[in-house]
């Protein structure tokens, strides 16, 4: 064969990531973690924010930079209902206006600072951000956590890290990724269904760990008997609440995982995680702590098993895909309204998108995997702390 | 992807199989689907997993042959237009 016959060697296409950042709700937090009555500083957005509470206990975002020498606010104090800068101790109000100057007669005209509309849902802290400067739009929020205020809920663990040198559409591409489960997270996708529709995108999908895998620790209550279902949602560019329902011997086992992120810089964003199980009936509270613990640090597992592909893979705006691959680039213009601003949002971004993959033949193929491994006593990967 | 029409609703959408078990469904308007308005809002709507009258429409053109089942030829051409993100200028309002 000649050279010329073969096909072309494809190149990957990437384009510098956007310098904007995404319209939408960002969560920073837990609530509770700002409420200790000093301000905190939130590296976002390529600037820094302070989160501090007034007298009443609400929760304030300011632009943390202090507009009369630069101090950084979120250093200072908070008293009473402002933020005292640790420079020259002026005092920032929660509505963004500087309302005392100690050593001075009077305040200057424009004295006022940017900030940032806030929102407090599930337990979270969110900030509305919005290169535009508008509103969020009605329809455009965070809903409550479906079933939440029935039966008892774990308190969240939550978890936090900082991802370097990685664009956040990378995180968001998971959302259409059928096959990383068998290889990253070690489970059979057994079936895997994407909607997207306006501001939000969905993965349905049923999941059952691998045989080969030791990796699930399955403590006193025994592993899942049957496949796990999912529902995992974005509400906007960032933020992801997953239902998941796991089948146990004593009944199903309902988690709430959240999924969620802001940018730092266009190059990195901190990836944060929380999940919260109910507890299941007949358990005492000491066993659905640890059964819940259980189930955290299985989320946990999967989640740096993605950060690790994240961390060294390559940015890719041509990706090649396969039949089996899901919907990569409708997602990527579902993701792209976010990135333009509101009047530039095409039609192609929000219309409703429905992609359900055949997951079977590359099942078929999965389990005879499995099954050669198990036959030749081999095991895909042993998690730290699991013999 | 081959336009198909909600035998309830009437909405047209285009749909691909490349399998029997695989469908793709871009929509244009789907405020008239019944099932969706019943859901309520925009949320609800688009928490919706599918609407089971299209999906029996999709089928239906299935049988009748209407719609083929198989891969497109034309996928890769018509999926591998890189989206950059091409950064507009931030506007500040
Ligand atoms: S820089 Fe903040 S008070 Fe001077
Ligand atoms: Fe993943």
């Given at each position: 064969?000649?050279?010329?016959?073969?096909?072309?060697?494809r190149?990957?296409?990437?384009?510098?990531?956007?310098?904007?950042?995404?319209?939408?709700?960002?969560?920073?937090?837990?609530?509770?973690?700002?409420r200790?009555?000093?301000?905190?500083?939130?590296?976002?957005?390529?600037?820094?924010?302070?989160?501090?509470?007034?007298?009443?206990?609400?929760?304030?975002?300011?632009?943390?930079?202090?507009?009369?020498?630069?101090?950084?606010?979120?250093?200072g104090?908070?008293?009473?209902?402002?933020?005292?800068?640790p420079?020259?101790?002026?005092?920032?109000?929660?509505?963004?206006?500087?309302?005392?100057?100690?050593?001075?007669?009077?305040?200057?005209?424009?004295?006022?600072?940017?900030?940032?509309?806030?929102?407090e849902?599930?337990?979270?802290?969110?900030?509305?951000?919005?290169?535009?400067?508008?509103p969020?739009?009605?329809?455009?929020?965070?809903?409550?956590?479906?079933?939440?205020?029935?039966?008892?809920?774990?308190?969240w663990?939550?978890?936090?890290?900082?991802?370097?040198?990685?664009?956040?559409?990378?995180?968001?591409?998971?959302?259409?990724?059928?096959?990383?489960?068998?290889?990253v997270?070690?489970?059979?996708?057994?079936?895997?269904?994407?909607?997207?529709?306006?501001?939000?995108?969905?993965?349905?999908s049923q999941?059952?760990?691998?045989?080969?895998?030791?990796?699930?620790?399955?403590?006193?209550?025994?592993?899942?008997?049957?496949?796990?279902?999912?529902?995992?949602t974005?509400?906007g560019?960032?933020?992801?609440?997953d239902?998941?329902?796991?089948?146990?011997?004593?009944?199903?086992?309902q988690?709430?995982?959240?999924?969620?992120h802001?940018?730092?810089?266009?190059?990195?964003f901190?990836?944060?995680?929380?999940?919260?199980?109910?507890?299941?009936?007949?358990?005492t509270?000491?066993?659905?702590?640890?059964?819940?613990?259980?189930?955290?640090?299985?989320?946990?597992?999967?989640?740096?098993?993605?950060?690790?592909?994240w961390?060294?893979?390559?940015?890719?705006?041509?990706?090649?895909?396969?039949?089996?691959?899901?919907?990569?680039?409708?997602?990527?213009?579902?993701?792209?309204?976010?990135?333009?601003?509101?009047?530039?949002?095409?039609?192609?971004?929000?219309?409703?998108?429905?992609?359900?993959?055949?997951?079977?033949?590359?099942?078929?193929?999965?389990?005879?995997?499995?099954?050669?491994?198990?036959?030749?006593?081999?095991?895909?990967?042993?998690?730290?702390?699991?013999? | 992807?081959?336009?198909?029409?909600?035998?309830?609703?009437?909405?047209?959408?285009?749909?691909?199989?490349n399998?029997?078990?695989?469908?793709?469904?871009?929509?244009?308007?789907?405020?008239?689907?019944?099932?969706?308005?019943?859901?309520?809002?925009v949320?609800?709507?688009?928490?919706?997993?599918?609407?089971?009258?299209l999906?029996?429409?999709?089928?239906?053109?299935v049988?009748?042959?209407?719609?083929?089942?198989?891969?497109?030829?034309?996928?890769?051409?018509?999926?591998?237009?890189?989206?950059?993100?091409?950064?507009?200028?931030?506007?500040?309002?």
């Amino acid at each position: 064969m000649t050279a010329t016959q073969e096909p072309e060697v494809r190149t990957i296409e990437s384009a510098a990531p956007p310098v904007r950042f995404a319209r939408g709700w960002h969560c920073i937090g837990l609530a509770e973690s700002f409420r200790d009555g000093k301000p905190h500083g939130i590296e976002a957005f390529g600037t820094k924010l302070v989160v501090f509470t007034d007298s009443e206990g609400e929760l304030k975002v300011l632009d943390s930079y202090c507009r009369h020498m630069g101090g950084d606010l979120s250093q200072g104090t908070t008293k009473g209902d402002e933020v005292a800068c640790p420079f020259h101790d002026w005092r920032w109000g929660g509505d963004g206006k500087c309302k005392r100057i100690p050593y001075a007669k009077r305040v200057p005209m424009r004295a006022r600072t940017r900030t940032w509309q806030t929102l407090e849902r599930n337990d979270q802290l969110f900030v509305w951000h919005d290169p535009q400067g508008n509103p969020p739009p009605e329809d455009v929020t965070i809903p409550e956590i479906r079933g939440f205020n029935e039966g008892t809920w774990t308190d969240w663990s939550w978890n936090s890290v900082l991802i370097e040198n990685s664009h956040c559409r990378e995180i968001v591409d998971n959302v259409v990724d059928m096959a990383h489960f068998f290889y990253v997270h070690y489970a059979f996708p057994v079936y895997f269904r994407n909607v997207f529709e306006g501001h939000i995108a969905t993965q349905y999908s049923q999941t059952k760990a691998r045989a080969d895998a030791d990796i699930y620790t399955s403590g006193e209550a025994g592993g899942p008997t049957g496949p796990g279902s999912a529902e995992a949602t974005y509400f906007g560019p960032s933020y992801m609440i997953d239902y998941e329902t796991t089948p146990m011997v004593f009944g199903d086992v309902q988690a709430v995982l959240i999924n969620c992120h802001y940018p730092v810089s266009p190059t990195s964003f901190q990836l944060q995680w929380g999940i919260s199980v109910k507890h299941p009936e007949g358990f005492t509270e000491d066993q659905a702590n640890e059964m819940a613990a259980g189930f955290a640090g299985g989320v946990e597992t999967g989640f740096l098993q993605d950060i690790e592909i994240w961390r060294n893979k390559a940015k890719i705006d041509n990706p090649l895909l396969c039949d089996e691959d899901g919907p990569v680039y409708q997602l990527r213009r579902w993701y792209e309204q976010f990135y333009v601003d509101v009047e530039d949002v095409t039609p192609e971004m929000v219309q409703r998108f429905e992609y359900e993959i055949d997951v079977e033949r590359a099942n078929e193929i999965w389990e005879k995997e499995v099954e050669e491994n198990l036959a030749a006593g081999r095991t895909v990967v042993t998690a730290p702390g699991n013999k | 992807m081959e336009p198909v029409t909600c035998r309830t609703c009437e909405s047209r959408v285009l749909a691909q199989k490349n399998t029997l078990a695989h469908t793709a469904i871009q929509w244009g308007d789907s405020s008239r689907c019944v099932e969706f308005a019943m859901a309520g809002g925009v949320m609800e709507r688009a928490m919706n997993r599918s609407c089971r009258e299209l999906r029996a429409s999709i089928d239906d053109a299935v049988r009748s042959g209407e719609l083929p089942v198989g891969p497109p030829d034309d996928r890769v051409a018509q999926d591998t237009q890189p989206v950059r993100f091409d950064a507009q200028p931030v506007r500040h309002g």
